[in-house]
């Protein structure tokens, strides 16, 4: 049995991919997830079966439609790579359950991530239910796998939320603007509903180093990093937290 969950998280990896893909483009412009047909950016024709399979459509046609030759965004490509490295990624960490279950959590949050990236912007629709999800897994997972604890995820959750919700009240009031956007304090509660509050450390650890890295690699492509400029911080967040579901909190 636990190949099989290990398979579905591998499986389902490129159609989770594929209706994130849609997500990042609906969900900022406010549109309907579920009504309505997805259509070519180019000549507005709506896709069918066959323009719509994860990967293979992408690689065979060519990234063109079919009707017009307009080019497909690489990004939707590159996001069902993501995510199906994540269902690989998880089955080799995990077994059972737990693959899957990691799978979702890494799927989730790669959602987050994209739309915080391009759009700066970390929506209570998805990190309030992340955070939700988080403490019924928890609570589930604790009858199956000894190292998970409903009380240290709840704990988590509400430290995640308090230290950076406090942390941009201190900014707010020292600087007279804004340092953290309103979603980063609910974001950090729910990733600490998944992780518990002991990784919380290590997820701000990952997410400083890459967003350190993101700043070094556009001082060197770009031989300058303005003052004000503003950095995604729920997207290095999302990573961290990968990285601590992952391997575990630092030193432990």
């Given at each position: 049995?636990?190949?099989?969950?290990?398979?579905?998280?591998?499986?389902?990896?490129?159609?989770?991919?594929?209706?994130?893909?849609?997500?990042?483009?609906?969900?900022?412009?406010?549109?309907?997830?579920?009504?309505?047909?997805?259509?070519?950016?180019?000549?507005?024709?709506?896709?069918?079966?066959?323009?719509?399979?994860?990967?293979?459509?992408?690689?065979?046609?060519?990234?063109?439609?079919?009707?017009?030759?307009?080019?497909?965004?690489?990004?939707?490509?590159?996001?069902?790579?993501?995510?199906?490295?994540?269902?690989?990624?998880?089955?080799?960490?995990?077994?059972?359950?737990?693959?899957?279950?990691?799978?979702?959590?890494?799927?989730?949050?790669?959602?987050?991530?994209?739309?915080?990236?391009?759009?700066?912007?970390?929506?209570?629709?998805?990190?309030?239910?992340?955070?939700?999800?988080?403490?019924?897994a928890g609570l589930i997972l604790s009858r199956l796998y000894p190292g998970f604890s409903?009380?240290?995820?709840?704990?988590?959750?509400?430290?995640?939320?308090?230290?950076?919700?406090?942390?941009?009240?201190?900014?707010r009031r020292l600087r007279g603007r804004e340092g953290l956007g309103g979603g980063d304090?609910?974001?950090?509660?729910?990733?600490?509903?998944?992780?518990?509050?002991?990784?919380?450390?290590?997820?701000?650890?990952?997410?400083?180093?890459?967003?350190?890295?993101?700043?070094?690699?556009?001082?060197?492509?770009?031989?300058?990093?303005?003052?004000?400029?503003?950095?995604?911080?729920?997207?290095?967040?999302?990573?961290?937290?990968?990285?601590?579901?992952?391997?575990?909190?630092?030193?432990?």
């Open positions: 049995m636990d190949h099989l969950w290990d398979l579905a998280a591998m499986v389902l990896g490129p159609v989770a991919g594929s209706f994130i893909g849609l997500l990042t483009l609906r969900l900022p412009a406010e549109k309907a997830v579920v009504a309505g047909r997805s259509a070519c950016g180019s000549c507005g024709r709506t896709l069918g079966p066959i323009d719509l399979v994860p990967i293979i459509s992408f690689l065979v046609l060519r990234g063109r439609c079919r009707a017009c030759g307009g080019a497909i965004p690489r990004r939707y490509l590159a996001i069902e790579l993501a995510c199906l490295a994540i269902g690989v990624w998880s089955a080799a960490a995990f077994a059972g359950p737990l693959a899957l279950l990691s799978a979702l959590f890494g799927w989730w949050l790669l959602l987050i991530a994209v739309i915080d990236a391009e759009h700066q912007w970390l929506p209570d629709r998805l990190t309030l239910p992340l955070g939700a999800v988080g403490l019924l409903p009380v240290n995820q709840l704990i988590g959750a509400a430290a995640g939320f308090l230290s950076l919700w406090l942390v941009a009240l201190a900014y304090p609910r974001l950090f509660g729910a990733i600490g509903a998944w992780v518990g509050w002991m990784g919380l450390p290590s997820v701000l650890v990952w997410a400083g180093l890459a967003g350190l890295s993101v700043v070094l690699a556009t001082w060197v492509l770009r031989r300058s990093v303005a003052g004000d400029q503003r950095l995604p911080f729920g997207t290095f967040l999302a990573a961290g937290a990968w990285l601590v579901w992952i391997f575990g909190p630092l030193g432990v």
